[in-house]
């Protein structure tokens, strides 16, 4: 696919103004801007596609369980992202620093995400459920500004395991054309 000057210039203002203005951006390297490019075009279709327009914490539950009652969860199939989250939220017996910066909700399910991080849980409704609620805070918390308080650092992993997540759903559950 070629791009032509006028597109090269419109993506090079938006990151030289980035670059220029936004704390931190400067020192991100391209594979995690990338990842977070991704993510904001992956949730949109997501939350288009999957979730109507329109997602919250309870409806994204609903989902789920639809999912499970339909027997089209396939839980198995993002055991690796919830693998990578577990590492990241869970370490040597207890909660790592990170897990609270997730800033979960009453309506995150908190301490279903917390069992099943801990490996307490391993219901197949619930990894879902769990892994989808940390995407949910991901995603609240890069369109909120949450993540710029530490300049969206050490995010590239976060948003590649999310990015898949989001990717698999749509190709299970979203209208692809």
Not at 83 to 92: C, E, N
Not at 144 to 159: S, V
């Amino acid at each position: 696919m070629t791009i032509c000057n006028d597109e090269k210039e419109e993506r090079g203002v938006s990151e030289e103004w980035l670059e220029a203005r936004a704390p931190g951006f400067s020192d991100l390297p391209e594979p995690d801007r990338r990842a977070i490019f991704d993510f904001a075009f992956l949730w949109s279709l997501f939350e288009a596609q999957v979730m109507g327009n329109f997602a919250r914490a309870d409806r994204i539950r609903e989902k789920v369980d639809a999912w499970a009652a339909a027997g089209t969860l396939g839980a198995d199939l993002y055991d690796a992202e919830l693998s990578y989250f577990r590492r990241r939220y869970f370490a040597d017996g207890k909660l790592t620093r990170h897990f609270p910066f997730l800033d979960l909700r009453r309506s995150d399910h908190p301490d279903l995400v917390q069992a099943v991080v801990e490996g307490a849980n391993n219901d197949p409704r619930d990894r879902m459920l769990a892994l989808l609620m940390i995407v949910w805070r991901l995603r609240n918390n890069l369109f909120h500004g949450a993540k710029w308080a530490y300049r969206l650092r050490d995010q590239r992993e976060n948003f590649s395991h999310a990015n898949t997540v989001l990717m698999r759903l749509l190709e299970r559950h979203g209208q692809l054309g």
